[in-house]
C-alpha cells in the first residue's frame, strides 16, 4: 500500500472538479457516451437518460463540485445558459440540441477508449491531446500512461490494495486535497500544485483496484476540466479484471460526432412517422428471395449489367429516391422517399409506371412497393449472416435525380440500430441515393442505401435487404 499511496500521491497534484458515481463501476462493456454511432443527425427516440448525463457532463453543467449535480438540475442549468425557460423534461428539439453539442465537444477532444480486454478494463482517452506509452510496471502496479497537452494515467493494480483496504489507502490520500469524497467501492480526490491541477479516480475490487488520473494546467480548468467528470464516468472493470496478466492494449476511435447543417449535414430525411390508413406496418414482404453467396466474382460493369434493369427510381411528389426490384411485382425503399404516400412513380428510361406502398415500417425506414404491372428484371438477396466484413460492394442508383449511377466499394462493417441491422460500406452514397441498391460482387442485393454522413470518410449506410423478407418461411 505505501508504494501506491506514493505513486498515486505523486501524479495527484491537485484539480477542481470530480464525478463520484455511485456505482462500482464493474462492467461487462464499456458504457460508451452515446451509443448512437452512426454519424446522423441524433435520432431523438435514441437518446436516453445516461446519453442527457453524458451530454451535461460534456457540456460542463456536470461537474460536481463538492457534492453531486442531479441530471435534471443540470439540465435546467443548460436551458437556462441557452436563454431557454427551464422544464422537468427537456422538449425532443433540445435533448437533440443538448446531446449533439456534448457530442461535438467530445470530438474536440478526441475521445476515445484505452481497452485492454487481456487485463480487463476500459477508460476514456482525450487522444487529440495526449500520445500514449507502453505499459509498464510500477510500485507492484500495471500503469498505462500518456501525456501531451494533459496528462493521463491509468493504474491497475491486483491483490493489494483491494477493497478491504481501501479505507486506508483513501484516509492517506486525501490529505491537502482541494475536494475528496468516496463510497464504500470508489473515491475521488482533487488537488492543486505547482500550476497543474489533478484529478483522481479509484476503484476498488476484492481483487485488486483501478485508478485513472487526469492533469490539466490550472490556467485550462475552465475548459480542460470536463475531462475530470468524463473519465471518471468512462473507467470500468470486467470481471475478469487480472492486471498479472501480460497486457494488450488499444486505443478505439468513437465515431464522429452528429452535426447541425450549418456545418455541412446530409442528413437522412426522416419519415412522416405515421403510417397511412390500410397499409401494413411491418415492412416486409413475402416476395423476396433470399440466396447465399454462390460462384464468382463479377467486375463492376458485369455487376451493373446484371443487376441495374432492377433499380428504378423514385417520384413521391417532390421527393426523388430510388428502389429495388425483388420480385416480378414487389420494390424495397426508404420510407423517407415515399413521406406520406400510398402511390409514386417508378421512372425507368423515361417510362413511368405507377406502384403503391403495401408495406411501411416508417420506425425502421423500411417500405415495400408493388406494381400491377409485371417488372422485367429483379434481384436476389443476400442473408444478413452471409455477408462479410472486406467483401466487395457495388451501389447503384440515382443521385440527384442522375438514373442507373454506380459506384464501388467495400462492406466497412455490419451494425445496428434501432434493432434494425444496417451494412456501412466504402461505395459512395449523395443525396438522391435513398432506396437505391448496394449490391455484392455477384449482383445479388446486400440492402437498400439509406443514409451517409458528408463530414465523415466513406461513412455510407445501408438497411440489411434481410430485413425486408418476411419470417415466415423464405427460401434459402
Not at 112 to 119: F, Q, T, W
Not at 162 to 176: E, H, P, Q, V, Y
Not at 375 to 396: F, H, M, S
Not at 446 to 473: C, H, M, S, W
Request: aromatic share 6%; net charge neutral; proline share 5%.
Amino acid at each position: 500500500m505505501p508504494a501506491l499511496f506514493a505513486r498515486l500521491h505523486t501524479l495527484i497534484c491537485g484539480a477542481v472538479a470530480c464525478l463520484l458515481p455511485l456505482t462500482s463501476g464493474v462492467a461487462q462493456q464499456v458504457p460508451s457516451a452515446f451509443h448512437y454511432k452512426w454519424n446522423t443527425p441524433v435520432p431523438t427516440e435514441m437518446i436516453t437518460p445516461a446519453d442527457i448525463e453524458q451530454a451535461l457532463i460534456w457540456t460542463g453543467h456536470i461537474s460536481v463540485i463538492g457534492g453531486e449535480t442531479s441530471a435534471r438540475k443540470a439540465a435546467r442549468a443548460w436551458q437556462v445558459s441557452k436563454g431557454r425557460a427551464a422544464t422537468d423534461v427537456l422538449p425532443d428539439d433540445q435533448a437533440i440540441e443538448l446531446v449533439s453539442e456534448g457530442l461535438k465537444r467530445r470530438d474536440s477532444y478526441g475521445w476515445s477508449i484505452l481497452r485492454d480486454d487481456a487485463v480487463g478494463f476500459a477508460v476514456g482517452i482525450p487522444a487529440k491531446l495526449v500520445k500514449s506509452s507502453s505499459p509498464r510496471n510500477e510500485d507492484n502496479g500495471l500503469w498505462y500512461h500518456a501525456d501531451g497537452a494533459v496528462g493521463h494515467s491509468a493504474g491497475m493494480y491486483y491483490g493489494s490494495p483491494n477493497c478491504r483496504t481501501i479505507d486506508a489507502l483513501f484516509a492517506k490520500m486525501k490529505a491537502g486535497a482541494a475536494y475528496h469524497a468516496r463510497n464504500e467501492t470508489t473515491f475521488v480526490i482533487l488537488k492543486r500544485a505547482a500550476g497543474r491541477d489533478t484529478f483522481t479516480k479509484a476503484m476498488c475490487l476484492a481483487s485488486g483496484l483501478a485508478a485513472v488520473v487526469i492533469t490539466v494546467d490550472t490556467g485550462r480548468v475552465g475548459t480542460d476540466g470536463v475531462l475530470f467528470a468524463a473519465a471518471a464516468s468512462s473507467l470500468v472493470v470486467n470481471r475478469n479484471f487480472d492486471p498479472s496478466a501480460r497486457p494488450h492494449p488499444r486505443i478505439e476511435e468513437l465515431p464522429p460526432a452528429p452535426i447541425g447543417e450549418s456545418d455541412g449535414e446530409v442528413a437522412r430525411p426522416r419519415a412522416s412517422g405515421q403510417t397511412p390508413a390500410n397499409v401494413d406496418t411491418a415492412g416486409t414482404t413475402t416476395r423476396l428471395k433470399l440466396a447465399r453467396r454462390n460462384g464468382a466474382d463479377l467486375r463492376a460493369e458485369e455487376v451493373f449489367e446484371k443487376a441495374a434493369g432492377a433499380v428504378y427510381k423514385v417520384k413521391a411528389g417532390k421527393r426523388i429516391g430510388s428502389a429495388v426490384a425483388v420480385s416480378e411485382s414487389d420494390l424495397l425503399t426508404n420510407c423517407h422517399v415515399v413521406g406520406d404516400r400510398t402511390q409514386v412513380t417508378l421512372v425507368r428510361e423515361k417510362q413511368e409506371l405507377a406502384a403503391k406502398v403495401v408495406s411501411m415500417n416508417v420506425n425502421a425506414d423500411r417500405c415495400v412497393l408493388r406494381t400491377e404491372a409485371k417488372l422485367p428484371k429483379w434481384v436476389e438477396v443476400r442473408p444478413y449472416d452471409d455477408i462479410k466484413v472486406g467483401e466487395r460492394a457495388v451501389t447503384i442508383g440515382t443521385p440527384q435525380g442522375l438514373e442507373l449511377t454506380v459506384a464501388e466499394g467495400i462492406v466497412s462493417s455490419k451494425r445496428s440500430q434501432n434493432d434494425s441491422k444496417l451494412i456501412q460500406t466504402s461505395a459512395p452514397i449523395s443525396q438522391g441515393s435513398s432506396g437505391g441498391g448496394l449490391f455484392d460482387a455477384q449482383g445479388q442485393l446486400l440492402g437498400i442505401t439509406t443514409f451517409y454522413f458528408k463530414a465523415g470518410q466513406n461513412l455510407n449506410f445501408a438497411v440489411a435487404g434481410e430485413e425486408f423478407a418476411r419470417p415466415d418461411g423464405q427460401p434459402d
